[in-house]
């Protein structure tokens, strides 16, 4: 965090006084329980019982134009994603190094690989996905990319929950005439009719959708909200729920490499698990996932569209020349080079070894980031140096990628979390908005491709990781204002 913060200004006068604060906040915690914008405890886990989400009670600040912006970029990374994922050249050339040290990653390539030499059973590709953006106050206040996630891009379902409440507390507190600055958001009903078109290019009304699904599902409303918006739009559409390791045990595929659980063919696999090494307790979810991708069921991701959505993938993308290869409009090239912020390899050759040192010298200007999702797994300030001192003559450090680090603008917000008993406080806070797009299409041509919604994440300006569900950001709903 910048020892002089920039601060955005807020979305209604601050603080609020006692005992209004209490009043909303109680009002608030309701609305949430009520309209789902909830959670399973992780702690003391109970099927029957769910807790809110942590949240911010006001919703943030986030410039119009850069919102705007972040919009209309979606459709082009949507593009650009689909025919990343669908170069083999460029992905194994990407990751060659890094699979020899992440087991992890080296394993989902091994599946690729595959599929690949035996030849594609299904040519259609589902993409869900979600580019996580901060400002950065070094750059004029222009957005930078944080990320992008091309599986289990989650928080849709909530995500419009959240949008509601704001309007309703700022109706409640008196300011309703400023609900014009929170954008319509539209996430869920987007990313469910993407999976529902999908469903329908398979051409099997009996088929059904296949959620892929943890083990334990602490995030079960967002889930759920997916479920059941599908049936809602599409009431024939039926949708299964099984674990990687339910996969293994049930699942086969047909004469033509239909997947097949319990008799029902599946005609999409979502998947909401698989993205990080816990889903693959034992060789038997491994080969779940080879099945399923030797299926001629849609995946959502499929195992070309998850490796493109690496870090290690997204640090190739800018490099000079890079954009080039997949997009011919220079319009488009240079909208996402906007958004890219300084991307290093890890690799043994001279440009990781410059790198190394630029960690070593300044180490609070970046981020040390794996080929991980679902929060909590970068690297942070001094903790930058000691792990590149820890690895710089070892070839785990081409399994990392250096990031210079994003200074985002700060504001003031009450964070709820479950459990509070006491009034919360103002706390200086950041954000990182996400973009959700919906892309269907083969090697040759794209069928569908939109922006469809978007979600807000509020964390601490003192904290460093910010995922919902890995415990350290709180939902929010982006309040637009114009800085020029």
């Not at 965090?1 to 915690?29: G, T, W």
């Not at 599986?151 to 400023?178: C, E, K, N, P």
């Not at 088929?207 to 602490?218: G, P, Q, R």
């Not at 008993?421 to 954000?431: F, G, H, Q, T």
Request: aromatic share 8%.
């Amino acid at each position: 965090m910048s020892l002089n913060p920039v601060y955005l200004p807020n979305a209604i006068p601050l603080p609020i006084a006692d005992e209004e604060l209490r009043e909303i906040v109680d009002k608030s915690k309701d609305w949430a329980v009520m309209h789902g914008a909830a959670m399973r405890n992780k702690n003391s886990f109970c099927k029957d019982a769910v807790q809110i989400a942590p949240f911010s009670l006001i919703p943030s600040c986030f410039p119009r134009k850069e919102f705007n912006k972040a919009v209309a970029l979606q459709p082009i990374l949507n593009e650009l994603m689909h025919r990343v994922a669908h170069d083999q050249l460029f992905l194994t050339e990407c990751l060659r190094e890094t699979i020899q040290v992440d087991e992890f990653t080296g394993n989902l390539f091994k599946i690729f690989e595959t599929v690949q030499n035996e030849g594609i059973t299904q040519r259609i590709s589902l993409g869900l996905l979600r580019s996580d953006y901060m400002v950065n106050t070094k750059t004029s206040n222009s957005i930078k990319q944080v990320e992008i996630n091309t599986i289990a891009s989650s928080f849709a379902g909530i995500s419009i929950r959240r949008s509601s409440s704001s309007r309703f507390v700022l109706h409640q507190l008196g300011y309703g005439d400023q609900i014009v600055n929170l954008p319509e958001n539209n996430a869920l009903q987007g990313l469910c009719g993407g999976m529902i078109e999908a469903w329908k290019i398979y051409g099997n009304e009996n088929a059904a959708i296949l959620f892929v699904i943890e083990e334990v599902t602490i995030n079960i409303c967002d889930q759920r909200f997916h479920e059941f918006e599908i049936y809602r739009m599409s009431p024939q559409t039926k949708v299964v729920r099984k674990t990687l390791t339910e996969i293994a045990n049930k699942a086969k595929l047909g004469p033509n490499n239909e997947l097949i659980i319990d008799g029902i063919h599946m005609a999409v696999v979502y998947f909401r698990s698989g993205y990080e090494p816990e889903a693959y307790p034992s060789k038997k979810e491994w080969d779940a996932r080879l099945l399923i991708e030797r299926s001629q069921a849609i995946k959502c991701p499929s195992i070309q569209y998850h490796l493109a959505g690496t870090k290690k993938v997204q640090q190739a993308l800018a490099r000079s020349g890079a954009l080039d290869m997949f997009l011919t409009e220079a319009k488009k090239i240079e909208a996402i080079k906007e958004i890219f912020t300084g991307l290093y390899s890890l690799d043994f050759d001279e440009f990781g070894d410059q790198a190394v040192q630029m960690a070593l010298d300044e180490p609070e200007r970046f981020v040390l980031k794996p080929q991980r999702e679902g929060g909590g797994n970068n690297i942070y300030g001094m903790d930058v140096k000691k792990a590149m001192l820890e690895m710089k003559n070892s070839k785990e450090r081409t399994a990392w990628i250096l990031m210079e680090r994003i200074h985002p603008p700060v504001s003031k917000s009450y964070i709820i979390r479950p459990g509070d008993k006491n009034l919360p406080i103002l706390e200086d806070v950041i954000s990182e908005l996400g973009i959700y797009g919906v892309v269907i299409g083969d090697s040759q041509k794209i069928l569908v491709n939109r922006q469809v919604g978007h979600m807000l994440r509020t964390k601490l300006s003192s904290a460093d990781e910010g995922g919902v569900a890995a415990g350290f950001g709180a939902l929010d709903s982006p309040f637009l204002i114009d800085l020029d």
